[in-house]
């Protein structure tokens, strides 16, 4: 079993700043696609960007020249560094691992951290 915990929401203004942490644990052999999608309300849960354990990365047009996805291969983390931050920016994110156990192919979800921007 792999459990994911997330870190970084909260309350920011527009045009602020804010890093989110997702960190896997458990059962690991190897992790290869790591990605953080968003969920507003009253919408569909979309993507924002995924990265490969290569290190190639994808975006959502919408935050693409503001934020940025990486990841520590020996802390199993991801993190979405998010700049120049707007109001529709608003939702909850989560972060998506896809790898492999001892024993089978695994996805998981974090759950979820509240990313809020208003002034």
């Known amino acids: 079993q792999v459990q994911l915990v997330e870190s970084g929401g909260g309350l920011v203004q527009p045009g602020g700043s804010l890093r989110l942490s997702c960190a896997a644990s458990g059962s690991i052999f190897s992790i290869y696609h790591m990605g953080w999608y968003r969920q507003a309300p009253g919408e569909e849960r979309e993507l924002v960007a995924t990265?490969?354990?290569?290190?190639?990365?994808n975006y959502a047009d919408s935050v693409k020249g503001r934020f940025t996805i990486s990841r520590d291969n020996a802390k199993n983390t991801v993190y979405l560094q998010m700049n120049s931050l707007k109001p529709e920016d608003t939702a909850v994110y989560y972060c998506?691992?896809?790898?492999?156990?001892?024993?089978?192919?695994?996805?998981?979800w974090g759950q979820g951290t509240q990313v809020t921007v208003s002034s």
């Open positions: 998506n691992v896809k790898g492999r156990t001892f024993i089978s192919d695994f996805t998981s």
């Open positions: 990265i490969t354990n290569g290190g190639n990365t």
